[in-house]
């Protein structure tokens, strides 16, 4: 359960650890970044955190690197978690055979289709497993005051993982989420892999339909998506069904989605508007 | 002479021009990457010009994913500019043997030793051929507003353009500057091979040899170094020699060199400290 660091790097005030660990939900060795603003430990307080789940074939480094969270995310006080994108290494057959599916690419649930299920099991691990382990490992970090959000497959996660577990996460936002996975290319290809035939039993993971059965409250979120994003034109994405289902069930008051003119899927996009995500997050995370 | 462009990306607000020409002095194609900041354009005041000369093996793409001068660039209103790092493809004997010699390691000066001399020009490329084809195909650039700032190789790029041409740029600072190749192994590896081995021929394009005859009026500069960085450590960037050379010589007044305490060599120590650099640039640039 504890912690390697393999790499501690200053970055905009604060520390970004570079940590693997021995997970047992996925059962292999698992790496993440953890970025602690430079108030982490300074105080008695505790810092709360923001989860960023990342995109297909990405690992938890490419945002450390290009989504510039740290920079909002140091002023404002907030630890940054960069989990990876999938279990690694595991030579289960079919897992590097494409870049959207296996490898990199695990759609934050828990697969129950064999190969999968055995070691597939995400959602378990970033709701369960991985928070576990950091709050018992970093005593500065503050286990009630958690957010999530994500880029495409990772804004998948943070929305699914939000309508799931009501109260797990104090706020969700996303970036160019793929928001209704059961009607777009990537998002049926991983559910059939993952989750079989049987499209019932992907509802369950599918933003879009969660949505339908929220009844927490206000759901409150915001989703940037850019105009010029080619996953976006391809339908890969559809944040319009997500729009609409949260609207045909009565829980688009506190949804806002910006389309952004111009912008594409990376991380120029992610960079330009990480800091408004942050300060989104940082609404809840510090709400009196 | 003109640019061919390859993309266009959307970045805080502006847009990043991915770029290539058919360069005469490196008789080349180059590549680069040009931000142009979202007020470029809307008004008849031409926008003011920030080069970045980036570091060995990097080319113009690694600081403008990376380097986060976008966020305050845009913000001022400047451009940037971010060349490659030396010829490409040349074909020339030896050119891909090492990362720190050749291919992405011009160190921004006129070959004149063989078999460089005929292509590695790229202190004509960076001072004279790339900003004459810029504000040629890019009138909203302002040719009488530039400066200049650097990474490592970069870093020396940036000092000692600006030490031997006063007047080109209204500013200069450097990231983790080579601040005296001559006396540091990357340096003395390059010389050699560019230059030859006459050490005299050298001190032309070292900074801690060229601002002993800075006489163009009060020397400004900015320089971040972090004390982390294991390249200082091995004595490859060398900034105390250079700031030596300036007290001596009675250039030191307006030389501002920090130690950024726990900071490396990489991106995060550039990104953390480029809104800085931007500031510092934008201080000359926007100057009554």
């Not at 999938?86 to 064999?114: C, H, M, N, V």
């Not at 008051?253 to 389309?259: A, D, E, F, N, Q």
Request: glycine share 10%; proline share 5%.
């Amino acid at each position: 359960m504890s912690f390697k660091t393999t790499a501690t790097i200053a970055s905009f005030g604060g520390k970004l650890l570079k940590l693997t660990h021995e997970a047992q939900t996925t059962g292999c060795e698992m790496a993440l970044n953890l970025y602690l603003p430079p108030s982490a430990g300074k105080t008695s307080t505790k810092i709360p955190v923001l989860f960023y789940l990342s995109g297909l074939t990405c690992t938890g480094d490419n945002c450390a690197e290009k989504g510039f969270f740290q920079y909002g995310a140091g002023q404002k006080g907030i630890a940054v978690v960069y989990p990876d994108t999938s279990p690694r290494g595991l030579k289960i057959q079919g897992e590097d055979d494409s870049w959207d599916f296996g490898t990199g690419a695990s759609f934050y649930l828990d697969a129950t289709a064999s190969p999968w299920s055995k070691n597939y099991k995400m959602e378990s691990y970033i709701t369960s497993e991985l928070p576990k382990a950091l709050f018992a490992s970093f005593p500065e970090l503050d286990s009630s005051r958690v957010s999530i959000t994500g880029h495409s497959m990772g804004g998948h996660g943070a929305l699914t993982l939000f309508l799931k577990n009501p109260g797990m996460y104090k706020s969700v936002s996303a970036f160019a989420p793929i928001a209704n996975p059961s009607n777009c290319p990537w998002g049926e290809k991983a559910f059939k892999g993952y989750l079989g035939e049987d499209r019932e039993a992907w509802k369950k993971h599918d933003a879009s339909e969660l949505i339908k059965g929220w009844k927490a409250g206000t759901f409150e979120a915001l989703i940037d998506v850019g105009t010029a994003d080619n996953f976006y034109k391809q339908g890969q994405l559809l944040p319009e069904n997500f729009e609409k289902a949260a609207k045909e069930s009565g829980n688009e008051k506190g949804l806002v989605v910006r389309h952004q003119d111009g912008y594409d899927h990376s991380y120029y996009f992610i960079s330009t508007f990480s800091t408004d995500h942050v300060n989104h997050a940082a609404k809840y995370l510090f709400a009196a």
